[in-house]
């Protein structure tokens, strides 16, 4: 009886050394989205057959002893075996570490032999100082805005200026929960003037080794004046002098166009006129029979018809004294009376009146 005692004891302390030998590391991991995790299982018991790695409760792997991996469920999940003081065993790699990963690590020796470790995920989300670099008089307050978006966990956010970073009490944070566990966080900083510098807004989560940064410069005009930095000068000057080079040719376009329409206006009017004179005329002419083109001093030329009334008569000297002082068109006696008389060498032009 006493030797079977003796047995069950031996056998006990065999398996529970057996299961203080194995060990997992890290026991938590935090990793950002997409980046590699890795959990290494080591064991000092050689008679250990299969090695089962669970992700939350599923099945993620199984490493033969004898065979390595067999049974790869996913092409982003691998092992490496590994040698170390704890003794032979493998490291789970993750490759492109997921959201849905996240969640308790198991590896599973069978046999009583298990241990639990457990991995974070966060994401890496953007920020952005909004609107460009300032600059503003001496002592003069001024404004910026900081926003981040698409993080998960809640980033830490802060201010910096030339690389010292602000006070707490300086600024202010907003933050809000959108879908899918991101969040958005913003923040205002007010800088009075006193001298130029670089305005940093830096935001992080634990799982990066160094924040995101967003940077713009805040130049103070009066110290660039003072030190003589012609660069920034100049190219002030060179804005004020584009924005009153714009100003004066707007200026001058409005002019221009004004100018033009009064000038196509006038020419038109004048069109007007010179047509309503010529219509003026030619009435004139017609009601009262004072236009003669047909006149001419050219003796041997002669146009015998008038704008208005009949052919005018050749006169001989002989028949002057028939010639009356006024003709007029609506005469018909005029024709019947000198169409019989010979036609002469001279001719008299007349012209009505």
């Known amino acids: 009886m006493s030797a079977f005692l003796l047995l069950t004891l031996m056998l006990c302390c065999t398996n529970k050394a057996g299961r203080a030998e194995m060990t997992l590391q890290p026991q938590t991991l935090t990793a950002l989205r997409g980046d590699e995790s890795r959990f290494t299982c080591s064991t000092k018991n050689p008679q250990w057959v299969s090695m089962v790695w669970q992700l939350s409760g599923k099945t993620a792997l199984i490493i033969s002893q004898q065979n390595g991996p067999e049974l790869p469920s996913n092409p982003n999940i691998t092992a490496e075996k590994v040698s170390s003081a704890q003794g032979d065993g493998w490291t789970l790699v993750l490759k492109n570490t997921q959201r849905q990963q996240e969640g308790e690590v198991t590896c599973d020796l069978l046999e009583g032999n298990k241990k639990s470790a457990y991995l974070y995920v966060q994401e890496k989300g953007t920020v952005k100082i909004l ?46 929960q959108s879908g899918q566990g991101h969040f958005s966080v913003s923040s205002n900083l007010s800088v009075k003037a006193s001298s130029s510098c670089d305005v940093h807004c830096l935001v ?16 103070v005009v009066a110290e660039v004046l003072e030190s003589g930095d012609c660069t920034v000068a100049v190219a002030l000057l060179g804005s004020l002098s584009a924005l009153l080079l714009l100003a004066l040719l707007c200026v001058g376009t409005v002019l221009f166009l004004r100018q033009r329409g009064r000038t196509k206006a006038g020419l038109q009017q004048a069109i007007r006129f010179s047509q309503s004179q010529n219509g003026r005329i030619s009435v ?70």
Request: glycine residues 6%; charged residues 20%.
């Open 131 to 176: 609107g460009q670099s300032k600059m503003a008089l001496k002592e003069q307050s001024v404004e910026f805005e900081c926003q981040a978006a698409g993080w998960s966990p809640s980033p830490t956010l802060l201010w910096k200026l030339n690389g010292k970073q602000v006070n707490r009490a300086d600024y202010n944070l907003s933050a809000e």
């Open 204 to 219: 992080s989560v634990s799982a990066m080794s160094k924040p995101l940064n967003s940077t713009v410069r805040l130049t």
């Open 284 to 353: 004139v002419g017609a009601a009262e029979g004072k236009v003669n083109l047909g006149y001419s001093n050219d003796k041997d030329t002669f146009f015998n018809e008038l704008i208005i009334g009949p052919p005018i008569p050749i006169i001989t000297p002989n028949s002057l004294d028939k010639v009356p002082d006024v003709v007029s068109s609506s005469s018909l006696s005029f024709q019947s009376d000198t169409s019989s008389e010979p036609s002469a060498k001279n001719v008299r032009s007349v012209t009505t009146v």
